[in-house]
């Protein structure tokens, strides 16, 4: 049988760019009439798309269209300000349509963190290209330039930074050349899995490899692509680390939000957050054990308040444990932008304790 397709008030208003109270007043009297048919999903009335009067479907199909050059009026200037997260929030979110909250967000955390590791990786290269390259650098130059080339694509010289190592396929050039091809969705794929073969250790299976399947156009992922390409992160600068964080953290926020209560699964709200950490006053040489740790918002936070006690955030052991696979996935990239090392392990700790010796 198949499946009906289903879109709320809210996704609607988001496309047309008008209020949700405003499309409910419109459809209302089409709805009481059974022109509109609506189906309840739990407590939520969604409405059953080919039951829309075709001047709506019409209006949806042209918004949808016009939404890359909306996006990029949003974020053409983007300042790293305390509304830099705000403005590209709303241009990835006028991308969405009605694609739901909780696949879009796999796709656009996942660029966010495509763009960052591949940000690091050539900023590190450029310093390991000086290093080869100074005759008065004893220790690190080559003379010979076929060699220097060899030695710019050893994993070790990026792993010894704590760098991840991209391969070509996956850095973000070679997938903005790409963001205008119709299968712009199957070369993000690809670029996810060549990262997590590169660094097995950290990120195997942690990547979303889902962009093909998504009833996402390529015009829209292309456009995401193109969005994110604007931001520059400099890894030199903890200023510069943290607000890449802080999009990250902000984005998760907000798709927590979309979904409602679905959003508690992997999102506790900072402020609760913080309050606990400062309750227990994490300190270096310490470790710190989240049972149901979500997308890491508690680690984050024992870091940040090290930091901010003037201690050195890297002294401290992060252990976690999440029973929702995917939420291991958000966790995962979420301490790997932030050189945050540690264990989550997948499991009930009710039932299931990984950490039994904690």
């Not at 009335?45 to 080919?50: D, L, P, T």
């Not at 003379?143 to 991209?166: C, G, H, N, T, W």
């Not at 506790?268 to 309050?275: A, F, I, N, W």
Request: with cysteine; glycine share 6%.
């Amino acid at each position: 049988m198949k499946t009906q397709k289903l879109v709320t008030y809210k996704e609607i208003a988001n496309i047309l760019g008008v209020s949700r109270q405003a499309v409910q007043k419109q459809l209302k009297g089409k709805i009481s009439s059974g022109e509109i048919k609506i189906k309840m999903q739990g407590k939520t009335e969604q409405i059953i798309y080919n039951s829309l009067p075709k001047d709506i479907k019409n209006s949806l199909i042209q918004a949808r269209k016009n939404a890359p050059a909306s996006a990029k009026k949003i974020i053409d200037n983007p300042k790293k300000d305390i509304n830099f997260e705000k403005e590209l929030w709303a241009a990835a979110d006028k991308l969405r349509g009605n694609v739901d909250p909780s696949e879009y967000k796999y796709i656009v955390l996942g660029l966010i963190f495509l763009k960052y590791v591949s940000d690091s990786f050539y900023q590190h290269r450029e310093k390991l290209k000086l290093m080869f390259s100074d005759p008065n650098n004893r220790k690190y130059f080559i003379p010979d330039q076929s060699a220097r080339e060899k030695m710019l694509e050893d994993k070790e010289m990026y792993r010894r930074k704590a760098v991840f190592y991209i391969p070509t396929v996956a850095r973000w050039e070679y997938l903005r050349e790409k963001a205008a091809l119709p299968n712009i969705a199957e070369y993000i794929e690809g670029a996810m899995e060549a990262i997590e073969k590169s660094n097995p250790e950290q990120l195997e299976n942690v990547l979303p490899k889902n962009f093909v399947r998504l009833p996402l156009e390529a015009n829209i992922i292309g456009e995401l692509v193109n969005i994110f390409s604007k931001i520059k992160f400099d890894h030199d600068t903890d200023k510069e680390k943290d607000m890449l964080g802080r999009v990250y953290e902000y984005f998760i926020g907000q798709f927590a939000n979309a979904e409602g209560k679905r959003g508690g699964q992997f999102f506790t709200p900072r402020p609760l957050v913080k309050l606990l950490v400062e309750i227990l006053e994490p300190f270096e040489n310490s470790r710190v054990f989240d049972p149901c740790c979500g997308s890491g918002g508690m680690f984050v936070q024992s870091t940040r308040f090290l930091q901010e006690h003037h201690q050195d955030a890297a002294k401290i052991a992060v252990f976690g444990q999440e029973s929702n696979n995917t939420t291991i996935r958000l966790c995962k990239m979420n301490l790997a932008i932030r050189g945050i090392f540690g264990q989550v392990l997948a499991g009930n700790s009710y039932y299931d304790d990984k950490f039994p010796d904690l």
